[in-house]
């Protein structure tokens, strides 16, 4: 019983934030007289008093969070907040249904930025901040999910930073306490926000664009103000700093932290994790570049450039922005933008997928085995810089990335069963569960997920949950053996 009423405490607390969330959105809408005041007005109040009503009657339990509890807490928290975060959108849109609400509110706040909305440049001032303000937050969410979350239930958190990204993040290098780390990350995500903030404002963007592109941009969210995205600006210098910050929020904030302590770009430099994205997502613009100008696409080697760093980069954080209607590219370009979802975002970043660090170990991990092969009684560690990785780190890996795959691959079936073709049920679970929100086909960036059905919508809900919680702390619960003393 007193497991259940520390979840239900906890979850009290959740839900008086998403209150004090919704009353930034109150006032807007006040000082905008956008009409949808009294949406906010009463999401505001049902959610303080249902947050009030959880938190203080569980107040004087004793509270014990044991591994079972906190995987529970987390897939509970990420399912059932997206819920709380409907009501503004139903007050305020009678007919809207729940199922498309909860698929806006999840792509919020697990940061993919699929959406159901047409007519988005018409939508009140104040419903637009709401859903930037999920991404936002939830990028927030995510940091302190690996930093603060993840280590109680003993499956990563500081790991991440401590083995996971050798060369670059050290225990010295970090405040001491987990709530000092989380504080500390929080400062860097919120500080490089309002310096992409006014860099947007300064690039050409009104203010309210400015803020809410900021959300979305350092939380790799990818909402927009606008249905055609970031080509609504037709901006290359909007689409420049767009670029920049992007890559910044795929990069782990922990090293962000050291190097603005430190003064230096040397962190940068020795986080093998970022170089590798870094150079990959280059060398990726390049390629792109080349295979749309031999097909013709675009007329010079400027714009195909121009078209194709923004794009790609996009795609390859995870965020979901766009300028280009990609699917429409050859064939080459997206399905190799839909791989880069799958593996480059660093991990500590706001990005998804399987993370570079995963990636860097699986490829050592195969190169180690040939050499192996070749020299079958030779002793190689594994090594990433000067960090030798553990056996148990490199077993957790390969664990994670078979589920992954196979996670996709029953997704994937079920939506062709469900009637989607081909093209849009493969691309839809990988964006989805990627967090990278535009796919192909059907989903592509000129259109968005509305004309799928409420059982097709469920699925991509589905993949969007277990690729932001990172797989485990789902499956784990439907494994018998976890909840056995």
């Known amino acids: 019983m007193n497991v259940i009423f520390t979840i239900i405490h906890i979850f009290g607390l959740v839900t008086m934030g998403a209150s004090a969330l919704m009353s930034t959105c109150l006032i807007t809408s006040t000082l905008a007289e956008d009409g949808a005041r009294h949406a906010f007005f009463e999401g505001t109040w049902i959610t303080l008093l249902l947050g009030a009503f959880m938190f203080l009657t569980t107040f004087k339990v004793t509270k014990k969070v044991s591994r079972q509890t906190g995987f529970l807490l987390v897939s509970i928290t990420w399912s059932l907040t997206p819920v709380l975060c409907t009501i503004p959108l139903m007050i305020y849109m009678p007919n809207l249904s729940f199922i498309d609400a909860y698929f806006e509110t999840v ?23 709401w859903r930037h303000e999920l991404n936002w937050i939830a990028g927030m969410g995510i940091i302190i999910f690996a930093v603060a979350i993840l280590p109680i239930l003993g499956i990563g958190g500081m790991q991440l930073y401590k083995a996971e990204t050798p060369g ?20 860097v995500y919120a500080g490089i926000t309002v310096v992409c903030m006014f860099s947007l404002h300064f690039a050409g963007m009104n203010w309210f664009d400015s803020i809410c592109h900021a959300f979305s941009t350092m939380s790799l969210g990818g909402f927009s ?13 909007i689409e420049r700093v767009l670029i920049v910050f992007q ?62 760093s923004f794009n790609v980069v996009s795609v390859a954080t995870d965020s979901g922005f766009s300028t280009q209607d990609f699917n429409q590219w050859p064939i080459f370009v997206p399905m190799w933008m839909l791989l880069l979802s799958c593996l480059s975002a660093s991990s500590g970043s706001t990005g998804g997928g399987i993370r570079m660090i995963r990636t860097i170990i699986l490829m050592k991990q195969a190169r180690l085995e040939m050499f192996k092969f070749i020299h079958p009684y030779a002793i190689r560690p594994m090594k ?34 469900s009637g989607l073709d081909f093209m849009t049920a493969l691309s839809a679970t990988i964006t989805c569960i990627n967090n990278a929100g535009p796919g192909l086909n059907e989903v592509g960036p000129a259109g968005n997920y509305v004309n799928l059905s409420d059982f097709q919508k469920e699925v991509c809900i589905f993949a969007m949950l277990l690729g932001r919680v990172q797989i485990f702390s789902i499956v784990i619960l439907f494994v018998p053996e976890f909840w056995r003393k």
């Open 107 to 129: 792509s919020g706040l697990t940061t993919t930025g699929a959406t159901i909305f047409s007519g988005i440049d018409n939508l009140p001032m104040s419903i637009n901040l």
């Open 384 to 417: 990433i810089g000067d960090t030798v990785i553990s056996n148990n780190i490199v077993n957790s890996v390969t664990g994670f990335i078979f589920l992954y795959f196979v996670s996709i691959v029953i997704l994937t079936f079920t939506l062709l069963l």
């Open 168 to 187: 670059s993040v050290k225990a010295s290098d970090l405040p001491p306490r987990i709530a000092q780390t989380a504080k500390a990350l929080w400062m």
């Open 247 to 308: 890559l910044l929020a795929a990069i782990n904030f922990a090293t962000h932290f050291i190097a603005l302590r430190k003064q230096s770009l040397k962190p940068y430099i020795n986080d093998r994790e970022a170089t590798t994205f870094l150079i990959l997502v280059l060398a990726s613009v390049l390629i792109a570049t080349c295979v749309l100008i031999q097909a013709g696409t675009y007329p010079d080697f400027m714009t195909a450039l121009r078209y194709a």
């Open 225 to 237: 103000t606008h249905d055609t995205s970031i080509g609504f600006f037709n901006s290359i210098s």
